[in-house]
Structures are given as structure tokens and as C-alpha cells.
């Protein structure tokens, strides 16, 4: 059984990427067809855990839903990517937008294509700052916001202009005095009713771009919950919006040419991770309802690493916490460290055995460099001493380097570049080389090493890939 479907554009996925612009293509009197691998999991459609479990007290509660149901290893698979073992994937409505913690850092120049003029982008994160609702203030504010805040300043010492500590910007505001964080949602419909030129069919597995010559025709999928039943989308334009790892899967399932840069140059942030109980100090000026905040050490030349401090998640058993000790009491400090952008690390597909989507199997080959270990030691010791200088080292200090993927922030495989020479599969607006109408909008295309929380960054570009569909530029 088949249903066939006509739009103007079709898009794989629903995440940052996607949202961003399917909104924005739609708003220009576009028919927009959005198809979701994973089911609707939160009303409205697309939107943040966080919106649904908003009060500051449901801090664990959300934990237990991100860890124990909604992230899962790449398509649906029951063990990990070879090699990068912590790469896990959200498959539902908003995908990987619906968990994040809205942390916006602001790109420093070093975090950006070399090849490209940095005045290029300012357009485009004043558009995403907009659409995102991003709060320069991190969310914090009271005694001990400020205090912490201070501290960590007086830590750090002087900055760069322009990269001195300071609040992180989050994508997140009050919304009838609740907790909202930016997700697909507010990319989608930005504020208003669901419009007819957006249609969100989750439960939809995207396995073949279609294609006649150098033009994409549409997409075909499946029923995730009846394999039998298919469904085609036939448009004047295609996007792939599936993820780090779903993206070039589809790509290489299909009748495509991507050239030999697909799956290459994959990359993300070593991730430092620790829980401190702050100091008595500051600890005495928490209020029992303190509200969420992050503070932003950031990535800057010479210390090509970003800190944050915040409090994360947990799951419901308080196993992170020392004995006595309140949820609220504590701080998460995390180290972003950039690592060597290389062709070797790699996913590898096997067109002849099929992931449980019916796409390519897909291994990996990961390793640091040498340099990416100075690094990431230079920047441990940073950690420690922010760690030390803000919080009691125990009970509670627990540093620790997560495995590959841990940082849930990878990018490349859809790398964008210059030119077509091999070493990128799209173009600057994310348009796929030799293709008229085939574009690649999320953390797939970000080709530069960098240390800041990519989404901000996703949304511009794919804000860039709508004015290129668009035909504004």
C-alpha cells in the first residue's frame, strides 16, 4: 500500500535544522511536508521535555525521560556506533531540539569557516537570536547567580574583548510565568497557530532521496509502525534535516552522488564533566526555588576550549549527589574542547546490512590526535580550578572525560565547504554539490572545529538555506 504526496518542499526530520526552515519557508506561502522517523511524543508537536516538566523542582524528573526514554543509539540500534559509543540520537518530534539544554554561546571567529567573511554570518545570528528568544542574562538572576558569577570571573581573570565570562545566552523565556525553551515548536510556528502550509507526519522513516539526473524529486519512506505501507513526496524541493548520522545515511542509501567527503570528517567537542557542591559561601544565598542558570567561560584564541557552569539534569535517585546535600546546592561545570577536524575519523556504510530503519549499517573510526590530548589537558586544568575555587572538591567531585559522542553536539559528516574539491558534500547555503534542489540543514554540514553548543549555530545556517531556496540570495 502506497500514498503519494505533492508539496512544494519535503523535508527528512524535524530537529533544529529542520524546524528552522521549514518556518521560515512556510511563512513564505510555501507547502511544507515534514517527515518525523520517530512518533509525537509531546504536545504541542515538537516541543522541549523542559515545557512539558517546567517547574525548576522537575530537574530529575526530566533526566529520567531524556536518559530512560528518549535518547537511543542511531536508529533504533541495540548497540553503539563503533568507536564513539556514547553517539546517542533522539527519534521523535523536534528529535535532538526537543532535550537540549538551550545553551546559545555566541560563535568566536575561530569557530568559523575560515573561507567565509565572519560579516556574512551577523544577519543570520541576529535572526536566529530573534526567533530563538535568546536571553543574554543565562536564565540567572538573584544573590547567588551573581555571586557564583563573580567568582568564576575573579577565577578566570582577564579575557579577550568580547570573550570575557559572562551569563550564557539561552533560548528560553517565560511564557505565562512557565519555563519555555526554544524547540522545534517555536521554529515551526513561531507563536501562532499550526499554518496549512505546514504538514508534521511523524512515524515516517526516510529511506531514498528521489531523484531524476542532477535534480532531487522526493523523498520515499516508510510507516515505522507498518513497514508495508509507503509513502512518497514528490517536490520541487528536498531537505535532509536527519541528524549527524541519519543525513549521510540517507544519502548513501540513495541513487546519489555525494562525493567522497560523505561521512568523513566527523567531529565533536571532548567533553569534561563534574558535579561540585558549592562553597557555604555562596551555598547559603540559594533559595529553595532558585532558578536555573549557566555561566559561560568561552572559547577565545589560545584556550580554544568554552567552560559553562549550570545545573544539568539528574536522574531521580540523586546518585550524583553527596549525602545531605539538595539538587539545588550543586553546580555541573562542563569543558568543551575542540578537537582536530580530520578526514580519518569517519563513518563507514554497508549498503549490504541494514540498520533496523532499513538504511546502510553504519561503523565508525574515531581517535585524538596528539594535539587534541595537549589540549584537552590544558583545558582539564582549567576545569579543576574552577572546580576548586567554586565548590568543595568533596564530597560531590566526580571529573570525568566522557566517552566519544558524549557531548550529544557531533557535526561533519555533510560538510560544507568552498568549493567542490572533494573534501565537502554542500555548498555554503547547504545545497549538495552537482544538485539543483538537494540541500543538508543541520549539525551534519558544520565543518569547523569548534567548542561551543552547535544549535544556535544550525539554526543560522538553515535560516542561510531558506533565503537560498528562497531566492533571496
Same mark, same amino acid.
Not at 195 to 208: A, F, G, K
Not at 209 to 221: E, F, K, Q
Not at 393 to 414: D, I, K, Q, R, V
Given at each position: 500500500?502506497?500514498?503519494?504526496?505533492?508539496?512544494?518542499?519535503?523535508?527528512?526530520?524535524?530537529?533544529?535544522?529542520? #524546524?528552522?526552515?521549514?518556518?521560515?519557508?512556510?511563512?513564505?506561502?510555501?507547502?511544507?511536508?515534514?517527515?518525523?522517523?520517530?512518533?509525537?511524543?509531546?504536545?504541542?508537536?515538537?516541543?522541549?521535555?523542559?515545557?512539558?516538566?517546567? #517547574?525548576?523542582?522537575?530537574?530529575?524528573? @526530566?533526566?529520567? @525521560?531524556?536518559?530512560?526514554?528518549?535518547?537511543?543509539?542511531?536508529?533504533?540500534?541495540?548497540?553503539?556506533?563503533?568507536?564513539?559509543?556514547?553517539?546517542?540520537?533522539?527519534?521523535?518530534?523536534?528529535? =535532538? &531540539?526537543?532535550?537540549?539544554?538551550?545553551?546559545?554561546?555566541?560563535?568566536?571567529?575561530?569557530?568559523?569557516?575560515?573561507? $567565509?567573511?565572519?560579516?556574512?554570518?551577523?544577519?543570520?545570528?541576529?535572526?536566529?537570536?530573534?526567533? =530563538?528568544?535568546?536571553?543574554?542574562?543565562?536564565?540567572?538572576?538573584?544573590? =547567588?547567580?551573581?555571586? /557564583?558569577?563573580?567568582?568564576?570571573?575573579?577565577?578566570?581573570?582577564?579575557?579577550?574583548?568580547?570573550?570575557?565570562?559572562?551569563?550564557?545566552?539561552?533560548?528560553?523565556?517565560?511564557?505565562?510565568?512557565?519555563?519555555?525553551?526554544?524547540?522545534?515548536?517555536?521554529? &515551526?510556528?513561531?507563536?501562532?497557530?499550526?499554518?496549512?502550509?505546514?504538514?508534521?507526519?511523524?512515524?515516517?522513516?526516510?529511506?531514498? +532521496? /528521489?531523484?531524476?539526473?542532477?535534480?532531487?524529486?522526493?523523498?520515499?519512506?516508510?510507516?515505522?509502525?507498518?513497514? #508495508?505501507?509507503?509513502?512518497?513526496?514528490?517536490?520541487?524541493?528536498?531537505?535532509? %534535516?536527519?541528524?549527524? +548520522?541519519?543525513?549521510?545515511?540517507? /544519502?548513501?542509501?540513495? %541513487?546519489?552522488?555525494?562525493?567522497?567527503?560523505?561521512?568523513?570528517?566527523?567531529?565533536?567537542?571532548?567533553?569534561?564533566?563534574?558535579?561540585?557542591?558549592?562553597?557555604?559561601?555562596?551555598?547559603?544565598?540559594?533559595?529553595?526555588?532558585?532558578?536555573?542558570?549557566?555561566?559561560?567561560?568561552?572559547?577565545?584564541?589560545?584556550?580554544?576550549?568554552?567552560?559553562?557552569?549550570?545545573?544539568?539534569?539528574?536522574?531521580?535517585?540523586?546518585?550524583?549527589? %553527596?549525602?545531605?546535600?539538595?539538587?539545588?546546592?550543586?553546580?555541573?561545570?562542563?569543558?568543551?574542547?575542540?578537537?582536530?577536524?580530520?578526514?580519518?575519523?569517519?563513518?563507514?556504510?554497508?549498503?549490504?546490512?541494514?540498520?533496523? &530503519?532499513?538504511?546502510? !549499517?553504519?561503523?565508525?573510526?574515531?581517535?585524538?590526535?596528539?594535539?587534541?590530548?595537549?589540549?584537552?589537558?590544558?583545558?582539564?586544568?582549567?576545569?579543576?580550578?574552577?572546580?576548586?575555587? @567554586?565548590?568543595?572538591?568533596?564530597?560531590?567531585?566526580?571529573?570525568?572525560? !566522557? %566517552?566519544?559522542?558524549?557531548?550529544?553536539?557531533? $557535526?561533519?559528516?555533510?560538510?560544507?565547504?568552498?568549493?567542490?574539491?572533494?573534501? #565537502?558534500?554542500?555548498?555554503? &547555503?547547504?545545497? /549538495?554539490?552537482?544538485?539543483?534542489?538537494? !540541500?543538508?540543514?543541520?549539525?551534519? @554540514?558544520?565543518?569547523?572545529?569548534?567548542?561551543?553548543?552547535?544549535?544556535?549555530? $544550525?539554526?543560522?545556517?538553515?535560516?542561510?538555506?531558506?533565503?537560498?531556496?528562497?531566492?533571496?540570495?
Amino acid at each position: 500500500m502506497s500514498t503519494t504526496i505533492h508539496a512544494d518542499v519535503v523535508i527528512a526530520g524535524s530537529g533544529a535544522g529542520a #524546524s528552522a526552515v521549514g518556518g521560515e519557508l512556510a511563512a513564505a506561502g510555501l507547502n511544507v511536508v515534514v517527515l518525523e522517523a520517530g512518533a509525537q511524543r509531546f504536545s504541542p508537536l515538537g516541543t522541549h521535555v523542559r515545557n512539558v516538566y517546567s #517547574s525548576e523542582a522537575d530537574l530529575s524528573v @526530566v533526566g529520567d @525521560v531524556i536518559y530512560g526514554e528518549m535518547l537511543t543509539y542511531p536508529s533504533g540500534e541495540a548497540e553503539p556506533v563503533s568507536q564513539i559509543r556514547d553517539l546517542r540520537v533522539s527519534h521523535a518530534t523536534g528529535g =535532538m &531540539f526537543a532535550l537540549w539544554m538551550g545553551n546559545c554561546p555566541r560563535p568566536d571567529r575561530g569557530e568559523l569557516p575560515a573561507w $567565509m567573511d565572519a560579516a556574512d554570518w551577523e544577519p543570520y545570528f541576529a535572526r536566529a537570536s530573534s526567533l =530563538m528568544h535568546i536571553d543574554l542574562n543565562g536564565g540567572g538572576q538573584g544573590a =547567588m547567580f551573581e555571586t /557564583l558569577l563573580d567568582r568564576v570571573k575573579r577565577t578566570i581573570g582577564a579575557r579577550p574583548q568580547g570573550r570575557d565570562v559572562k551569563p550564557m545566552p539561552v533560548a528560553a523565556r517565560r511564557v505565562d510565568g512557565r519555563f519555555k525553551i526554544c524547540a522545534s515548536d517555536d521554529l &515551526f510556528f513561531r507563536d501562532a497557530p499550526v499554518p496549512d502550509t505546514i504538514t508534521v507526519m511523524p512515524d515516517c522513516i526516510v529511506q531514498e +532521496v /528521489l531523484s531524476d539526473g542532477h535534480r532531487a524529486t522526493g523523498l520515499r519512506a516508510v510507516d515505522r509502525t507498518n513497514r #508495508s505501507e509507503i509513502i512518497e513526496v514528490y517536490a520541487d524541493t528536498v531537505v535532509i %534535516a536527519g541528524g549527524t +548520522v541519519g543525513s549521510p545515511k540517507i /544519502l548513501a542509501a540513495s %541513487a546519489i552522488e555525494a562525493g567522497p567527503a560523505l561521512g568523513r570528517y566527523i567531529h565533536e567537542h571532548a567533553c569534561i564533566g563534574s558535579r561540585v557542591t558549592l562553597k557555604e559561601e555562596i551555598r547559603h544565598l540559594i533559595r529553595d526555588d532558585e532558578p536555573v542558570y549557566s555561566i559561560w567561560v568561552p572559547f577565545c584564541e589560545g584556550k580554544p576550549w568554552q567552560n559553562q557552569l549550570c545545573r544539568f539534569t539528574l536522574s531521580s535517585d540523586g546518585g550524583r549527589l %553527596a549525602p545531605g546535600i539538595r539538587e539545588v546546592d550543586t553546580s555541573d561545570i562542563f569543558t568543551f574542547v575542540a578537537i582536530d577536524v580530520r578526514p580519518e575519523n569517519r563513518f563507514v556504510f554497508d549498503p549490504e546490512r541494514k540498520d533496523p &530503519f532499513g538504511l546502510p !549499517y553504519v561503523s565508525a573510526q574515531y581517535a585524538f590526535t596528539r594535539a587534541d590530548r595537549d589540549r584537552i589537558g590544558q583545558a582539564l586544568a582549567e576545569h579543576f580550578v574552577i572546580a576548586s575555587d @567554586v565548590g568543595e572538591m568533596e564530597p560531590g567531585w566526580t571529573p570525568s572525560l !566522557y %566517552a566519544a559522542g558524549g557531548s550529544t553536539h557531533f $557535526m561533519g559528516s555533510c560538510r560544507m565547504g568552498a568549493a567542490d574539491d572533494g573534501t #565537502s558534500v554542500v555548498d555554503r &547555503f547547504g545545497k /549538495l554539490w552537482g544538485y539543483d534542489n538537494l !540541500y543538508v540543514a543541520d549539525n551534519s @554540514v558544520i565543518e569547523t572545529s569548534n567548542a561551543g553548543n552547535p544549535t544556535f549555530m $544550525m539554526v543560522s545556517q538553515a535560516l542561510r538555506t531558506a533565503d537560498r531556496i528562497l531566492g533571496r540570495i
